[in-house]
C-alpha cells in the first residue's frame, strides 16, 4: 500500500470537512427565504371592482363607526364586527375570477387582516346588501340600480366577508382594499373607508372607599389592585383611546360634631397627589384601553379631631388624552 498517497487523501478529506463543519454546526436550525413570481396572464384583462362598502350593524352612522365598549370579561378587549361587500367584474366573463379577498390597514398604515370573501347567490342579499350602501351614503341610487342591472344579468358578481375591530386597536381612518384576481393572476383592487372614532369610558369596581378606622394626624390608605371585582379599587378604560382620570372629594363631615376632615391623598400608576377637598386632581396616567389598573386612595385626619363617624364624597371622571399629553 501507498502510505505516502494514502495520507494525502486523509489530508484533504480532513481539509474538507474543516470547511463544511461549522457550517453545518451552526445553530440547530436554519432560516431561509422563499421566492416566486406569478406572471400576470394579458395586461387590461384583470377583474373589475365595481364597488365596495362596509357595514357594523348597531354601530355605524354613514362612514362613521363608535365601537362596542361591552364585553363578557373584564379588562378585556371589546370586539366589533365589521361586514364588506363588493360587487366585481371581469372583461372575460365572471368565470375568470378565481378570488376576491380584502385587505385592512390601520389609521398608521400598518396591515390589520386579510380576508377571503364569500360569493352571495341570492337577489334579496344582493338587495339588504345595497340598501345598507345606499342608506350609509356609500352608494348612491344610480349606482345601485347600474348594479342591479349587471348582477341580474350575470355579468357581475356580489361578495362579502367580515373582520373584527378590537378596542386595544387605534381609532381613525381604516382602509379596506378589496381585490378581484382572475385565472391568469390579474388583480384589480377598489378601496373603501371607515372612520372608527375615539371614545373614552370609566369602569370602576367599587361602590365606595372605606377608610375604616382612623387615627389622628395619621395618614391612611386603601391600596387598590389591578385584579377586576376583589374588592380593592380598579379604575378600566373602556375606550380604544389612552386616557387620564380627574377626581376630588368633598369635605368628610362628622355626623355628630360636623367637624371636617379635608386633606387626601391620590396615586394613580406612577403619580401621587396630595390634595385637599373639593380642590380637582388630573392625573395622566396614560388609562391603556383594554387594561385594569389599580388606584389608591388614602385620608389625611388632622390632629385634635373628634371622635366620630365621617361620611363624604369623591367624584371620577375620565378624559382622552391628546398627542401632546398621551
Given at each position: 500500500?501507498?502510505?505516502?498517497?494514502?495520507?494525502?487523501?486523509?489530508?484533504?478529506?480532513?481539509?474538507?470537512?474543516?470547511?463544511?463543519?461549522?457550517?453545518?454546526?451552526?445553530?440547530?436550525?436554519?432560516?431561509?427565504?422563499?421566492?416566486?413570481?406569478?406572471?400576470?396572464?394579458?395586461?387590461?384583462?384583470?377583474?373589475?371592482?365595481?364597488?365596495?362598502?362596509?357595514?357594523?350593524?348597531?354601530?355605524?352612522?354613514?362612514?362613521?363607526?363608535?365601537?362596542?365598549?361591552?364585553?363578557?370579561?373584564?379588562?378585556?378587549?371589546?370586539?366589533?364586527?365589521?361586514?364588506?361587500?363588493?360587487?366585481?367584474?371581469?372583461?372575460?366573463?365572471?368565470?375568470?375570477?378565481?378570488?376576491?379577498?380584502?385587505?385592512?390597514?390601520?389609521?398608521?398604515?400598518?396591515?390589520?387582516?386579510?380576508?377571503?370573501?364569500?360569493?352571495?347567490?341570492?337577489?334579496?342579499?344582493?338587495?339588504?346588501?345595497?340598501?345598507?350602501?345606499?342608506?350609509?351614503?356609500?352608494?348612491?341610487a344610480e349606482e345601485s340600480v347600474i348594479l342591479?342591472?349587471?348582477?341580474?344579468?350575470?355579468?357581475?358578481?356580489?361578495?362579502?366577508?367580515?373582520?373584527?375591530?378590537?378596542?386595544?386597536?387605534?381609532?381613525?381612518?381604516?382602509?379596506?382594499?378589496?381585490?378581484?384576481?382572475?385565472?391568469?393572476?390579474?388583480?384589480?383592487?377598489?378601496?373603501?373607508?371607515?372612520?372608527?372614532?375615539?371614545?373614552?369610558?370609566?369602569?370602576?369596581?367599587?361602590?365606595?372607599?372605606?377608610?375604616?378606622?382612623?387615627?389622628?394626624?395619621?395618614?391612611?390608605?386603601?391600596?387598590?389592585?389591578?385584579?377586576?371585582?376583589?374588592?380593592?379599587?380598579?379604575?378600566?378604560?373602556?375606550?380604544?383611546?389612552?386616557?387620564?382620570?380627574?377626581?376630588?372629594?368633598?369635605?368628610?363631615?362628622?355626623?355628630?360634631?360636623?367637624?371636617?376632615?379635608?386633606?387626601?391623598?391620590?396615586?394613580?400608576?406612577?403619580?401621587?397627589?396630595?390634595?385637599?377637598?373639593?380642590?380637582?386632581?388630573?392625573?395622566?396616567?396614560?388609562?391603556?384601553?383594554?387594561?385594569?389598573?389599580?388606584?389608591?386612595?388614602?385620608?389625611?385626619?388632622?390632629?385634635?379631631?373628634?371622635?366620630?363617624?365621617?361620611?363624604?364624597?369623591?367624584?371620577?371622571?375620565?378624559?382622552?388624552?391628546?398627542?401632546?399629553?398621551?
Open positions: 500500500m501507498n502510505t505516502k498517497r494514502l495520507l494525502t487523501v486523509i489530508l484533504a478529506l480532513a481539509m474538507v470537512l474543516t470547511l463544511v463543519v461549522p457550517v453545518m454546526a451552526h445553530g440547530h436550525a436554519a432560516t431561509v427565504d422563499t421566492t416566486a413570481i406569478v406572471d400576470a396572464g394579458g395586461a387590461g384583462n384583470a377583474p373589475e371592482v365595481l364597488a365596495a362598502w362596509q357595514w357594523a350593524e348597531g354601530f355605524q352612522s354613514g362612514r362613521e363607526l363608535t365601537p362596542n365598549i361591552r364585553r363578557a370579561e373584564p379588562c378585556t378587549a371589546a370586539e366589533t364586527e365589521i361586514c364588506v361587500w363588493a360587487v366585481v367584474t371581469d372583461p372575460n366573463g365572471i368565470g375568470d375570477i378565481q378570488d376576491v379577498f380584502f385587505r385592512v390597514y390601520h389609521p398608521d398604515e400598518t396591515f390589520k387582516v386579510q380576508v377571503h370573501m364569500t360569493r352571495l347567490m341570492l337577489e334579496a342579499e344582493w338587495t339588504a346588501a345595497k340598501a345598507l350602501a345606499r342608506n350609509s351614503g356609500q352608494m348612491t342591479d342591472e349587471m348582477l341580474e344579468k350575470n355579468v357581475a358578481v356580489m361578495y362579502m366577508g367580515c373582520w373584527t375591530y378590537h378596542t386595544h386597536q387605534m381609532a381613525g381612518i381604516y382602509w379596506t382594499m378589496v381585490s378581484g384576481v382572475d385565472m391568469a393572476g390579474n388583480v384589480g383592487t377598489l378601496g373603501a373607508w371607515l372612520n372608527i372614532l375615539p371614545i373614552v369610558a370609566l369602569n370602576i369596581d367599587f361602590a365606595a372607599v372605606n377608610y375604616g378606622p382612623i387615627v389622628p394626624g395619621a395618614v391612611k390608605w386603601v391600596a387598590g389592585s389591578r385584579t377586576w371585582g376583589d374588592g380593592r379599587p380598579t379604575v378600566w378604560n373602556l375606550g380604544n383611546v389612552p386616557a387620564g382620570l380627574r377626581l376630588h372629594s368633598s369635605a368628610m363631615v362628622g355626623i355628630a360634631y360636623q367637624k371636617l376632615i379635608e386633606d387626601f391623598n391620590v396615586q394613580l400608576l406612577n403619580q401621587h397627589v396630595i390634595y385637599r377637598a373639593s380642590e380637582w386632581v388630573t392625573l395622566w396616567g396614560p388609562l391603556l384601553p383594554c387594561v385594569c389598573e389599580q388606584i389608591d386612595f388614602s385620608i389625611r385626619p388632622q390632629f385634635g379631631i373628634p371622635s366620630d363617624t365621617y361620611q363624604g364624597q369623591m367624584r371620577l371622571e375620565i378624559f382622552a388624552l391628546d398627542n401632546n399629553n398621551s
